[in-house]
């Protein structure tokens, strides 16, 4: 991968991750305060459905293989885009973070 290429692929995260961080670390710590009072008090719902749309919206479609095969190395193309948004809603709701 070229020098071009790892500046697209670290723009593409950094324009992601800004959007996204503010509602994952909301959705984290509702997680966790649940957890540690042993019942749903904190909003997951909005939150969840929030971080799971801005991950559908991270369109890997525009990386190059390398620039995929970055992130597959680095372990965390899974947690990106639409695979990302399924890890996510299975493992909260699997995990009964959350209940309907």
Same mark, same amino acid.
């Given at each position: 991968m070229d020098a071009r290429e790892v500046v697209r692929l670290s723009e593409w995260m950094t324009g992601f991750h800004s959007e996204?961080?503010?509602?994952?670390? @909301?959705?984290? !710590?509702? &997680?966790?305060?649940?957890?540690?009072?042993g019942n749903a008090t904190q909003p997951v719902k909005e939150h969840l459905d929030e971080?799971?749309?801005?991950?559908?919206?991270?369109?890997? @479609?525009?990386? !190059?293989? &390398?620039q995929i095969a970055t992130l597959k190395h680095l372990e965390v193309y899974?947690?990106?885009?639409?695979?990302?948004?399924k890890w996510l809603n299975t493992t909260v709701k699997d995990a009964r973070f959350w209940t309907y």
């Open positions: 996204t961080n503010s509602e994952m670390n @909301t959705l984290r !710590s509702n &997680l966790t305060n649940n957890a540690r009072q971080v799971s749309d801005m991950l559908r919206n991270w369109d890997t @479609t525009e990386l !190059s293989i &390398l899974p947690y990106l885009g639409r695979h990302g948004a």
